[in-house]
Each structure stands twice: as C-alpha cells, then as structure tokens.
C-alpha cells in the first residue's frame, strides 16, 4: 500500500480539499512514475484509480473542457473504466450523470475526438464540440462541492487510499 505521511495530510487540509485530494493523487503519480500507463496500471488499487481519475478529469475540465480531456488522451481512462459508476457509489450522483451523459458524446465521435490534430484544429474542435459546452458549464457549478464530497470520502475511508504513517 503507497504509504502518506500525516502531517502532509494535516497541512494540506487547512489549505483546502483539493490540496487534500493532491496529497494522495501526487503520491500516486510519484509511485508511478509520473505517468500512468498500461504497465503500471498494476501498482493502484481501484479506488486509487478512482481517485486519479476524479483529480484528472477535474483538471482537465477546470483548464481545457472535454476536448482537453480526450486531447490529452484520457478519454479511455475515463469514460471506459467505471468512474462515473464509482462517483455515483462514492455520492456524487449529479457528477456520474454528467460523466455519463458526456460518455455519450465520447462514444458516438471517439475516432473524431481522439485523432491527432494541429493546434488550429484543436481549438476549432471547441466549436465543432459545442455540444460539450453545458456539461463544462454544469462541472464548473459543482466542481466545489464535488472536491468537497470526494475529499470528504477518502477522510472517511483513508484505509482504501494509502497507509497514513506519522
């Protein structure tokens, strides 16, 4: 189990949610290597997977939207593994509904989405995509308490996420 030190936990609470979220999330990306990929996958559990997933897509949504997101080649990690499933078992229902009204999208343009492109065809991919816009308008209306409910749920199952030490 990736262990956390306490006090990084304790520092990043009085900072914020996210910064609590981070702790967990930058040990996770150290562990592997500083970049998920297939043969690493291994070294998270599901529900730190989860957890990467939730600070990912939240970053990627907070900079770039969903074309971002896809762009940057989450698409897959997010929409085909059970994220949206496990925000709606975690209480974020509204989140895994969007997740998976997004999915929607995803899978009906994916060849699209996810081609290669030129920076002129990426931004053009935010007017091609604006079918993606009222999702990122609704993500950002509940990203505070979303952080918020996420964080709560790993203070209250730390056990699943890493091995506190002091």
């Given at each position: 189990?990736?262990?956390?030190?306490?006090?990084?936990?304790?520092?990043?609470?009085?900072?914020?949610?996210?910064?609590?979220?981070?702790?967990?999330?930058?040990?996770?990306?150290?562990?592997?290597?500083?970049?998920?990929?297939?043969?690493?996958?291994?070294?998270?559990?599901?529900?730190?997977?989860?957890?990467?997933?939730?600070?990912?897509?939240?970053?990627?949504?907070?900079v770039?939207?969903?074309?971002?997101?896809?762009?940057?080649?989450?698409?897959?990690?997010?929409?085909?593994?059970?994220?949206?499933k496990?925000?709606?078992?975690?209480?974020?229902?509204?989140?895994?509904?969007?997740?998976?009204?997004?999915?929607?999208?995803?899978?009906?343009?994916r060849?699209?989405?996810?081609?290669?492109r030129?920076?002129?065809?990426?931004?053009?991919?935010?007017?091609?995509y604006?079918?993606?816009?009222?999702?990122?308008?609704?993500?950002?209306?509940?990203?505070?308490?979303?952080?918020?409910?996420?964080?709560?749920?790993?203070?209250?199952?730390?056990?699943?996420?890493?091995?506190i030490?002091?």
């Open positions: 189990m990736i262990e956390i030190e306490e006090k990084y936990l304790q520092q990043a609470a009085l900072e914020g949610m996210d910064e609590f979220i981070k702790v967990f999330t930058n040990k996770y990306l150290e562990t592997l290597g500083g970049e998920l990929n297939a043969e690493n996958m291994h070294l998270l559990t599901g529900e730190q997977h989860v957890l990467l997933s939730y600070q990912t897509f939240r970053d990627e949504l907070m770039g939207g969903f074309c971002q997101l896809i762009q940057n080649g989450y698409g897959g990690y997010i929409f085909d593994n059970p994220f949206a496990a925000m709606r078992l975690w209480g974020l229902k509204d989140l895994s509904k969007l997740i998976y009204r997004a999915k929607e999208i995803f899978d009906k343009n060849e699209d989405l996810e081609k290669e030129t920076e002129e065809e990426f931004m053009a991919m935010y007017e091609q604006e079918i993606f816009d009222e999702l990122e308008e609704e993500f950002l209306e509940m990203e505070e308490l979303n952080t918020t409910l996420v964080a709560e749920y790993v203070d209250e199952h730390l056990e699943l996420f890493a091995k030490v002091k």
